[in-house]
């Protein structure tokens, strides 16, 4: 591992502040919010709701077919932030099991460990096994990659993939790409794809029809958030050129530890909560890293919301529908609505 890339992980596992929660505490917040979202294609149009939305008979029902996405499990992390990772990402897989209607996959959008061990993959697996939906597909966060450039995640999780991992596949329809952003940070953090890869991305969507529905899904956000802490990808924009003549597409990341969403033309940008830690909204602390907060406020920064897709003209648009009093911003960003809501309580 380089100097450069040792150095950004230990400035973002700096604690924000010195209120501690203790791991019930924790715990009992983690099963009021939940941490992932379920995602349901009906004619191609993705819809979402939060794990901890209270499902009834018909939940599920319309849907072409389901699945859920996860993010940013940390395990082997033990600091205050949490106290116990493994017991809130089985509280995640508990929510999973809970639904009525089986997820056909599950997609971890990285960061499965926090120091890249054998151990922490180890138990990440064992944990996993434990899940409804036995087929999981994963892309690496930074953290996977520490010790070895990724070659032991490659080995477990990455098998048939091209390059640092990334790969494609079709079901029922749509079109999913895997993407890896954390194998060449560059400077502050921010990710990138690469030559390689953006060549074999354009590859990859040459030929298909302009109707199929297109999921593209990475660790770092595929749209600019905060360039200061390194929350975007630098060579995104190229990436971004080969889905403008896709009628649906969707861009799923992890990595921030709080929900994001954007809409920019046909293209839906949807940021994912961890399982393990909230971090700072943007530019509300000096840097990133996992946030401490007392078990009072913890469903404040936990909180999730329940996203639906809309079909508006052309467009896609987002309703956003939280689960309690909600304190928003919006802003624009010259191209696009950039709707940010990560508090509920």
Same mark, same amino acid.
């Given at each position: ?172 329809? =749509?079109? *999913? ?11 502050? #953090?921010? !990710?990138?794809?690469?030559? @390689? +890869? ?16 297109? =999921?593209? *899904? ?11 802490? #390194?929350? !975007?990808?630098?060579?995104? @924009? +190229? ?39 909230? +971090? ?66």
């Amino acid at each position: 591992m380089t100097d450069k890339k040792q150095s950004l992980i230990d400035q973002n596992l700096q604690d924000l502040n010195n209120d501690g929660v203790d791991r019930r505490g924790f715990l009992k917040c983690m099963a009021w919010a939940g941490t992932g979202l379920v995602w349901t294609m009906s004619g191609g149009i993705p819809g979402s709701r939060a794990f901890a939305k209270v499902y009834g008979k018909d939940s599920g029902n319309g849907g072409d077919f389901s699945f859920v996405q996860i993010s940013d499990s940390h395990i082997g992390f033990n600091k205050p932030a949490n106290p116990d990772v493994i017991a809130t990402l089985q509280t995640a897989i508990n929510k999973i099991n809970a639904m009525p209607h089986k997820p056909d996959f599950i997609i971890h959008t990285g960061d499965l460990s926090q120091l890249s061990k054998p151990s922490e993959f180890d138990t990440l697996e064992q944990t996993l096994k434990g899940a409804s939906a036995k087929q999981i597909y994963f892309v690496p966060g930074e953290h996977d990659m520490l010790t070895d450039n990724g070659e032991q995640y490659l080995q477990r999780f990455g098998k048939g993939t091209k390059g640092a991992g990334w790969y494609s596949f079709d079901h029922q329809g =749509v079109h *999913f790409v895997g993407l890896v952003n954390v194998a060449n940070l560059k400077a502050g #953090g921010m !990710g990138s794809l690469g030559h @390689e +890869q953006l060549q074999w991305l354009e590859d990859d969507l040459k030929g298909r029809s302009a109707s199929s529905p297109i =999921v593209l *899904f990475a660790h770092i956000p595929l749209w600019t958030i905060y360039p200061d802490w #390194g929350w !975007g990808t630098d060579d995104s @924009e +190229q990436a971004l050129s080969y889905v403008k003549r896709f009628g649906s597409v969707t861009v799923l990341n992890g990595h921030i530890h709080q929900i994001m969403q954007k809409i920019e033309g046909k293209v839906s940008f949807h940021t994912a909560m961890s399982t393990a830690f909230p +971090q700072p909204a943007p530019g509300t602390a000096p840097s990133a890293g996992p946030m401490k907060v007392s078990a009072d406020q913890l469903q404040r920064v936990l909180g999730i919301t329940d996203v639906n897709y809309l079909v508006s003209g052309r467009s896609l648009a987002i309703v956003d529908s939280p689960l309690g009093d909600p304190v928003s911003s919006v802003s624009g960003n010259g191209r696009g609505l950039v709707v940010v809501d990560p508090v509920v309580g």
